[in-house]
């Protein structure tokens, strides 16, 4: 009985064994087979990178001399600042345009502007992308852009969902003339939690009788107060300025209310007055800095010499005649001071130009805007024909009894 019992162990002992062999074979395979699978790589994020270098570049007006010539389209992307591209044969219809071998999530450029002549610097402009060079879809909108300085960099920063191979930027308008040109062009990719909007661009257009305003916003902090403030001041003192000096001025005026401006404001090749937007954060009531820049517009008028005291002395004249809140904005004509002298333009000039129309010199600020517009101002010959004084006599006159 004994020896019968141990047979059975045996046999059961050799079954285990087998078992766990085979048990031990199998996942001594199913481990192999395991480390022969590839590991799964994680897709790494791209990095903010100036690209340009891998593009190609095309325009749709060349340079006459060609792309490689001097100031040919290759100087665009050549990282020099040095160099610029410029074409004689712009239209609102002209494109730079970049290729890539591949997609790419572009999403900011920058602009070198060039080295002189500031009226063909690139103005109203927009960038696209293109899977395919034939369908566009905009990314970006700039509009009155302005480079104060010559060889300035300015960097765009824009929102862009998805990469494309081509990128075409449109330059819709330059600040003047036929002639563009541009130092460099560069294009940055940007991973999609880095990109964001700036500088704020936004477009509205307004309209008061014939008169046309385009407001232009480039920052978030503008109060609406002072926007709706500024609109009204052109649509109730801009045909007055009109009516009163220069019926024939312009009929489209553009407010750009810009970061990048550093000043009070200014007005710009024409009709585009530049505001300051800190100057409102900290001066709400000063509205009718636009009523002075507005008469800038107005006044239109060419270049003559030694004649910039006058301009600037008309201008606040009309502020003091037009302005619709001054008291508001704590903003006045000064009291007289023997230190002062009529070259001393914008508000010391009219009150002096005040106190000539009040005493005996009715209407003499017209005739002396005309003379501006036409020209035909001289210091040495205006004031004798117009008031039988020299602007010197008149002067001593006002100091001897300045009161208004």
Same mark, same amino acid.
């Given at each position: 009985?004994?020896?019968?019992?141990?047979? %059975?162990? *045996?046999?059961? +002992? !050799?079954?285990?064994?087998? #078992?766990?062999?085979?048990?031990?074979?199998?996942? /001594?395979?199913?481990?192999?087979?395991?480390?022969?699978?590839?590991?799964?790589?994680?897709?790494?994020?791209?990095?903010?990178?100036?690209?340009?270098?891998?593009?190609?570049?095309?325009?749709?007006?060349?340079?006459?001399?060609?792309?490689?010539?001097?100031?040919?389209?290759?100087?665009?992307?050549?990282?020099?600042?040095?160099?610029?591209?410029?074409?004689?044969?712009?239209?609102?219809?002209?494109?730079?345009?970049?290729?890539? %071998?591949? *997609?790419?999530? +572009? !999403?900011?450029?920058?602009? #070198?502007?060039?080295?002189?002549?500031?009226?063909? /610097?690139?103005?109203?402009?927009?960038?696209?992308?293109?899977?395919?060079?034939?369908?566009?879809?905009?990314?970006?909108?700039?509009?009155?852009?302005?480079?104060?300085?010559?060889?300035?960099?300015?960097?765009?920063?824009?929102?862009?969902?998805?990469?494309?191979?081509?990128?075409?930027?449109?330059?819709?308008?330059?600040?003047?003339?036929?002639?563009?040109?541009?130092?460099?062009?560069?294009?940055?990719?940007?991973?999609?939690?880095?990109?964001?909007?700036?500088?704020?661009?936004?477009?509205?257009?307004?309209?008061?009788?014939?008169?046309?305003?385009?407001?232009?916003?480039?920052?978030?902090?503008?109060?609406?107060?002072?926007?709706?403030?500024?609109?009204?001041?052109?649509?109730?003192?801009?045909?007055?300025?009109?009516?009163?000096?220069?019926?024939?001025?312009?009929?489209?005026?553009?407010?750009?209310?810009?970061?990048?401006?550093?000043?009070?404001?200014?007005?710009?090749?024409?009709?585009?007055?530049?505001?300051?937007?800190?100057?409102?954060?900290?001066?709400?009531?000063?509205?009718?800095?636009?009523?002075?820049?507005?008469?800038?517009?107005?006044?239109?008028?060419?270049?003559?010499?030694?004649?910039?005291?006058?301009?600037?002395?008309?201008?606040?004249?009309?502020?003091?005649?037009?302005?619709?809140?001054?008291?508001?904005?704590?903003?006045?004509?000064?009291?007289?001071?023997?230190?002062?002298?009529?070259?001393?333009?914008?508000?010391?000039?009219?009150?002096?130009?005040?106190?000539?129309?009040?005493?005996?010199?009715?209407?003499?600020?017209?005739?002396?805007?005309?003379?501006?517009?036409?020209?035909?101002?001289?210091?040495?010959?205006?004031?004798?024909?117009?008031?039988?004084?020299?602007?010197?006599?008149?002067?001593?006159?006002?100091?001897?009894?300045?009161?208004?």
């Amino acid at each position: 009985m004994k020896n019968f019992r141990s047979v %059975p162990s *045996a046999v059961a +002992i !050799a079954v285990i064994l087998m #078992i766990t062999i085979l048990s031990c074979g199998k996942n /001594d395979q199913s481990k192999e087979i395991e480390k022969e699978q590839p590991a799964k790589e994680e897709p790494q994020p791209i990095p903010e990178m100036d690209i340009t270098s891998l593009g190609t570049l095309s325009v749709s007006a060349e340079n006459k001399f060609g792309q490689s010539s001097q100031e040919g389209s290759l100087k665009l992307v050549d990282n020099d600042p040095a160099t610029k591209f410029l074409t004689f044969s712009y239209s609102d219809s002209f494109y730079m345009q970049m290729e890539f %071998p591949e *997609a790419k999530l +572009i !999403a900011s450029y920058s602009f #070198i502007s060039g080295d002189d002549a500031d009226e063909r /610097d690139p103005e109203n402009w927009n960038i696209s992308g293109s899977a395919d060079g034939k369908e566009w879809i905009v990314l970006n909108n700039q509009y009155y852009e302005f480079f104060p300085e010559r060889k300035q960099t300015r960097r765009y920063y824009f929102k862009n969902p998805k990469p494309f191979k081509y990128y075409r930027l449109n330059v819709k308008s330059i600040r003047g003339g036929e002639l563009f040109q541009l130092s460099e062009w560069r294009l940055f990719q940007m991973p999609a939690d880095q990109q964001r909007d700036s500088p704020v661009s936004t477009i509205e257009t307004i309209t008061a009788g014939t008169n046309t305003l385009t407001f232009v916003n480039k920052t978030q902090n503008l109060s609406p107060a002072v926007k709706s403030g500024l609109i009204n001041v052109f649509k109730v003192n801009y045909q007055k300025m009109a009516d009163a000096y220069n019926p024939n001025t312009t009929k489209k005026v553009v407010f750009v209310i810009d970061p990048a401006f550093e000043g009070v404001a200014a007005a710009f090749g024409g009709a585009v007055i530049r505001y300051d937007p800190d100057w409102f954060f900290n001066n709400p009531k000063d509205l009718d800095v636009a009523t002075h820049e507005l008469m800038h517009v107005v006044q239109a008028y060419p270049y003559v010499a030694d004649a910039g005291w006058v301009t600037e002395g008309i201008a606040d004249y009309v502020r003091f005649k037009f302005g619709l809140d001054n008291a508001g904005a704590q903003w006045s004509l000064p009291d007289f001071s023997s230190n002062q002298s009529y070259t001393d333009a914008y508000r010391v000039t009219a009150r002096f130009l005040q106190w000539l129309e009040t005493h005996g010199q009715d209407g003499i600020v017209v005739k002396l805007d005309k003379s501006m517009r036409n020209g035909t101002y001289t210091t040495a010959t205006f004031w004798t024909a117009n008031t039988g004084k020299t602007v010197d006599q008149l002067w001593t006159d006002y100091t001897a009894n300045p009161a208004l």
